[in-house]
C-alpha cells in the first residue's frame, strides 16, 4: 500500500533533472569541516541549501551556533508548522564531509560528481550530502503536489558531523523549544542489500583518541644513537599490540564488562539475512582474509562486538626514500568501536590506563581525546518506526529488516536522550558506497527513492 | 709538533671572517638530494663550490655522472697534480644535506645560518657542509702561504649521500684512473669530546628497508568494517615487535651469526674514554632512560652491536582531529645497523623473510630496499692514519683517541674496496652537534681548526 503515490511520484519524474542537478551542485561545494582552509565552502554549502529550503517552502531558515564555540560550523535551521494538531518530524543530516584523500585513488575528481553505472560518484555522495538532500526534496514533492505538508517539519543540518564537533549538542539542548518534535528522521546509513529496504535499530559507538609517545627530546641520527635511544614508533608498536591481541580480543582489563549481547530473536533474525561472507570478502572488503574475533559471525563483528582500529601513525620521516631519523616523537590514532552498554568515559579512562602501564620504559605518553559517542539500540514499537516501515516497503519493494549498523552516529544518542524522540534510521545507501573512501557513490535510483519514501513517510503520519 | 705552523695560522686568522661568511653563503643554499623540489639549489651548490675550488688553485674542475642514473646528482671533482714523486690524497665529501623537518623546531630558520654561543647554527653546517669546506679551505691556505702543495690533492664531492643515491658508487668504478689516490681523508664523523680529537676506525653498516602492508583494496570506514578489516598499521606493529625484542635483542632468524666483537684491548680502551652514561642520557641524548640490549655499555650499544630503528610510518590519516579510515595500505621504514662481519644482502634477506613470515592473515606485505652500507674496521697501523694522529694532537692540543662510529659511510667501504686506499676518518664535529635534528649546529673553533688540520697533515706526508 502507497498512500497518494501517483502526484509525488509524476512530480520527482518530472523534476528529476534538475533535482539531480542541484545536487551535483551541492557536491561541487568541497565543505571539509576537518581542513580549515575550507571554512568559505562551507559558508557556500549553507547558502545553497538555504536557498533550496526556501523554494521548498520551509521558514524561519536560520543558522545555530554555540555561543560556546563562535567558531563552529553553524547548524541550518528551518521549518514549516502549519499543520496544527499534526506530528512533528524533524529531519537531521549534515553537509560537511570527508577529507578525499588518497587523492590519487579517485577515478573522477571527488569534487566533480560524475554519473557512472547509474551511480553518482563524489565525495559526500552518500555521506550525507544525497540522503539529506532527499530529504528537502521529499518534502519539497510533497508540498508542490499537495500545496501544503500533512505533518509539521523542521530541518536540523549540520557541518562537524565528520569532525566530531559539538556545535549540534549544544545547539539542541539550548534550543529545545525549536527543536521539539514527535520523532527524528535520520538518512545517513545504509540498506542491507539493493532491493532490501532497511531500518537501522542500532548503532555502535565510538572512542576516537591519540596516544603521543615521546621518547629524546629532539629528533636523533639513528646511526649515532641507534642501540640506546627510545624509539617512538617501536614504542608504539608495542603499545598497540599490547592493547589488541592477534586473535582480535581487546585486552584492556574491563573492556568488555558491560557488553549486552543482542537476544537471542535479532542474532536469529540476522542469522536469515543473505549473506555469503565468500562474497562479502571478495567484493565489498575486498581483501586476502577477513579478521576480527574467532567465534562470532561477521554481524556480530561488525554490528554487536565492540572493536579497535589503528587510523594513522604521524611522525617521523614519511617522504619518498630514506631518512635515518629516530623521531623525538609520533602519535598513533586509535578509535574504539562501543556498543550497548559500554560508556565511553569509562572506556577512555581504561584505555588511558592500559596505554600507560603498556609504554615502555624510556618513553613518555600521553593520550588526547577528539570524540566520542554513545551506542544506541532503538525501540522498534512505536508508530514512526512502523510508519517508514511501510514508507521503505512501498517505495522500494521488498519487506524492510531491522539491522544494525557498526558506524557510530553521535546525534542519535542525542535526539534519544536530550529530545527524548524516537529516531528512525531510513538508510537509501547501500553498502558499498565507500563513505570516507576514494570513489565514494550514491545510486540516483536511491536518491530518487528517498525523496519518494521521506514524502510517503509523512502522509502515513497525517492525522486521520 | 707541528710543521711550519706559523705562516698557515696568521693565514687561517687573516682570512677568517671570509672563509666564514663563504661557509654562510654554502649554508644559505637549501641543497636537499631527498626531496626533488631543490634540484636547481643542488646546481647552486655546485657552482658555488667550483668557483670556491678554483680560488684555492684546483684544476680539472669538473662534474661527474653516471650513465646509469642520468638524473643523479653530480659528483664534483678537481684536483691538483704538481707534486711528482708526492704521494695524492683524496679528499672527499658531500654538498647535500637532510631536510629540515619538523621545521618549527628550529630556534632560527634553518637555511639562514647563524652563529650562536660559537656555534654555527645551519641545516648541514657540521653534516657535511662545514667540514668538507674546511678540506678546500685547508688546501686553500697550504698553497697561499707556500706557492705550492707538499703532495698531490683531489678533492670528490657528492651529491647524494644523504639519499643513499649510487652515483658516487659507479663514478668512482669508472674513474679508477683518475682518483688513482694514497689515502682518502673524509670528515663526516665527531670528535670523541671537546678538545679530544678522535680517529674514526670502525663504522656501522646499514639495512634501509621500507615494508608495505596491503590490507583490504580501497580505504574503508572502521565504523562499517571494523571488526573484520585487515588493518595495516596494526599488521606493521605486530611485525615490528616481532622483528626486535623489548629487551633490545633482534629476533630475525640469523641475525647476529656473523657478528665479530671488538677486540678485548679495544674493549678496554674504551672503558678508559671519560664518558658519564647519566650525563649523556641528560644532555646529549636527552631522554627518560637510554633503551637497548641489556649487558652490553653504551660504546657497545651503538658501536659494535647492530639494531633496529622505524623512522616513519606513512599511511592512513595524519592530518589534525580524526578520520575514521581503515587504510588500504601503510608503511614502515625501519633501518638496521650492522657491525662487522654482518652482510648487507644477507641481512635484507633474512629480514624479508622474517617480515614474510610475521605478516598476520588478511594483509599482504612487500619489502622494499632503499639502501646498504657495508660495516667496516679501519687498519690503523699505516702512516696516513698516523700522521692523522699527529696533525689532529698539534692542532687540537690532548691525545687522538680511536675510537668507533655507531653511523654508516657508505663510500668508506667504497673507497676501502675499490680504490684500496686507507681512509683517515677526521672528524671535526662533536656528539652533540644535531646531525639529522633541528639546530644542527658546528663549532666555530672547530671549523677553523679543521681548515689547521688539514693543513698540517698534508705537510707531514710531504717526501723527506
Known amino acids: 500500500m502507497s498512500v497518494h503515490p501517483a502526484p509525488v511520484e509524476a512530480y520527482v519524474r518530472e523534476h528529476a533533472r534538475r533535482t539531480l542537478g542541484e545536487l551535483q551542485d551541492l557536491l561541487r561545494i568541497p565543505s571539509i569541516s576537518t581542513l580549515p582552509a575550507h571554512r568559505a565552502d562551507m559558508d557556500r554549502a549553507l547558502d545553497f541549501l538555504e536557498a533550496r529550503l526556501r523554494d521548498a517552502g520551509c521558514e524561519h531558515i536560520e543558522r545555530l551556533v554555540s555561543p560556546r564555540h563562535p567558531n563552529g560550523m553553524p547548524v541550518l535551521y528551518a521549518d514549516w508548522l502549519h499543520a496544527p494538531g499534526a506530528p512533528t518530524v524533524l529531519f537531521y543530516g549534515h553537509y560537511d564531509v ?26 559526500g555522495a552518500a555521506d550525507d550530502k544525497g540522503q539529506m538532500y532527499a530529504h528537502i526534496k521529499g518534502v519539497e514533492a510533497l508540498r508542490a503536489v499537495s500545496g501544503k505538508l500533512p505533518v509539521n517539519v523542521r530541518f536540523l543540518i549540520e557541518g562537524e558531523e565528520e569532525v566530531g564537533g559539538e556545535t549540534i549538542e549544544h545547539v539542541v539542548r539550548q534550543q529545545l523549544g525549536k527543536l521539539a518534535c514527535d520523532c527524528v528522521v535520520v538518512s545517513d546509513t545504509a540498506m542491507f542489500a539493493p532491493g532490501m529496504p532497511s531500518l537501522d535499530v542500532g548503532l555502535r559507538g565510538m572512542v576516537y583518541a591519540e596516544i603521543e609517545m615521546r621518547g629524546a627530546e629532539r629528533d636523533l641520527h639513528s646511526g649515532l644513537y641507534g642501540g640506546v635511544a627510545p624509539n617512538p614508533f617501536e614504542a608504539l608498536a608495542r603499545v598497540i599490540t599490547g592493547l589488541k591481541g592477534q586473535d582480535g580480543k581487546i585486552l584492556i582489563p574491563g573492556f568488555y564488562d558491560r557488553v549486552v549481547p543482542p537476544a537471542a530473536a535479532e542474532l536469529a533474525a540476522w542469522k536469515r539475512l543473505p549473506f555469503s561472507e565468500q562474497q562479502y570478502r571478495q567484493e565489498e572488503v575486498r581483501a586476502p582474509a577477513l579478521t576480527g574475533e574467532t567465534g562470532y559471525s561477521v554481524f556480530e563483528r561488525t554490528w554487536s562486538r565492540p572493536t579497535l582500529d589503528v587510523h ?12 635515518t631519523v629516530i623521531p623525538a616523537r609520533a602519535s598513533a590514532k586509535i578509535s574504539m568501536r562501543l556498543v550497548p552498554n559500554q560508556q565511553p568515559a569509562e572506556i577512555y579512562a581504561s584505555f588511558s590506563e592500559a596505554v600507560k602501564k603498556l609504554t615502555p620504559t624510556g618513553l613518555v605518553s600521553s593520550v588526547h581525546l577528539w570524540n566520542t559517542a554513545d551506542p544506541i539500540v532503538v525501540d522498534t514499537s512505536n508508530r514512526f518506526v512502523r510508519a517508514g516501515v511501510e514508507a521503505l516497503k512501498a517505495t522500494f519493494g521488498g519487506e524492510p529488516v531491522f539491522v544494525r549498523s557498526g558506524g557510530s552516529v553521535p546525534v542519535v544518542a542525542l535526539f534519544t536522550t536530550v529530545l527524548k524522540a ?28 528517498g525523496i519518494r519514501a521521506v514524502a510517503d513517510f509523512l502522509q502515513r503520519l497525517a492525522p486521520k
Chains 1, 2 share one sequence.
Open 312 to 323: 594513522g601513525m604521524p611522525g617521523g620521516f614519511t617522504g619518498p626514500g630514506s631518512k
Open 422 to 449: 524516537p529516531v528512525v534510521m531510513m538508510g537509501f545507501g547501500l553498502p558499498d558506497d565507500g563513505l570516507h573512501s576514494p570513489n565514494e557513490k550514491f545510486a540516483v535510483e536511491n536518491f530518487y527513492g
Open 98 to 123: 570527508q577529507p578525499p584523500d588518497p587523492l590519487n585513488e579517485w577515478l573522477t575528481p571527488p569534487f566533480e560528481p560524475t554519473v557512472r553505472d547509474g551511480n553518482l560518484v563524489a565525495r
